[in-house]
């Protein structure tokens, strides 16, 4: 009887000892994967940051003939963008110092919402430089400078083809060029690629097939997501029709079809 009782009691401990195992195991896996669901955020974060000084340095040289426009424009990067890029980097560096998953999870909810705060600003502050990279550079010298950047990161390879036939309005080219930077968006936010090919051309109308080799969109995905609606939204105001070729691990493909007049 006593020597049931130990086998019992021995049992229990060893059933014990294998659970609180397994439970160490798939904490430290979710950690793991949080940490470099994290990482892979921050790595996207650069890259669009990256994009975003590019993008402001050519609006800066574009401004040199402009003194009040500049200090305007200067004190409102400093002011606004530039505060909300020091708390990015304090939320980015707290970081290093969280080992608990809820923390982890709330500090990167807190750099979503930080950096789409950003990437929201330096729009404003792009439009009402009323399109001066195209007018001085023209579209395809400001979407070769764009890729330029991406490809620049070292995480991300680039392929670029344009070929135009006919000349765009300033306009046209303006809204092509948003359309082009939103797409970039939604690979930094969804695809995990390490790939994007862009080929423009026209003939007649303007024919874009943008393709990056990430994991894919679900259905759902491009349902929430703003920036896809952003995107519908510019090719309606165009008169143009939009596909989006995309299912899980297969990559996401837009084809676009714009009328030049």
């Keep these: 009887m006593v ?12 059933v014990g000892a294998a659970i609180l195992l397994l439970s160490f195991i798939a904490i430290l896996l979710v950690y793991l994967n949080q940490r470099k669901l994290t990482k892979r955020r921050l790595e996207n974060q650069k890259i669009l940051d990256l994009l975003q000084r590019q993008e402001m340095r050519t609006m800066y040289a574009l401004l040199e003939s402009q003194d009040s426009e500049r200090k305007r424009i200067s004190t409102e990067l400093q002011d606004t963008l530039g505060s909300i890029l020091v708390t990015l980097t304090m939320y980015a560096d707290s970081l290093t110092d969280k080992r608990d998953l809820e923390q982890i999870s709330d500090i990167t ?6 950096s789409e705060k950003a990437s ?3 729009r ?3 439009n009402r430089l009323d399109s001066g990279l195209l007018k001085q550079f023209g579209l395809k010298t400001a979407i070769t400078q764009l890729m330029d950047a991406i490809q620049s990161s070292g995480r991300i390879e680039t392929n670029l083809v344009i070929q135009f036939a006919c ?4 306009e046209l080219g303006l809204e092509i060029y948003r359309i082009i930077q939103e797409m970039i968006h939604c690979s930094m936010k969804h695809s995990r690629c390490s790939q994007i090919n862009l080929d423009i051309q026209t003939n007649g109308d303007v024919s874009i097939i943008y393709e990056d080799n990430g994991i894919g969109l679900s259905h759902l995905q491009k349902e929430s997501d703003t920036k896809f609606d952003r995107i519908q939204k510019r090719v309606k105001k165009l008169c143009g029709v939009l596909k989006i070729d995309s299912t899980p691990k297969n990559g996401t493909t837009f084809i676009i079809e714009l009328p030049t007049h």
């Design 120 to 122: 929201q600003k330096a």
């Design 124 to 126: 404003e502050i792009s």
């Design 3 to 14: 020597e049931n009782e130990t086998l019992s009691t021995e049992l229990l401990i060893t």
């Design 109 to 114: 909810s807190r750099i979503s919402n930080t």
């Design 167 to 170: 000349a765009l309005s300033n």
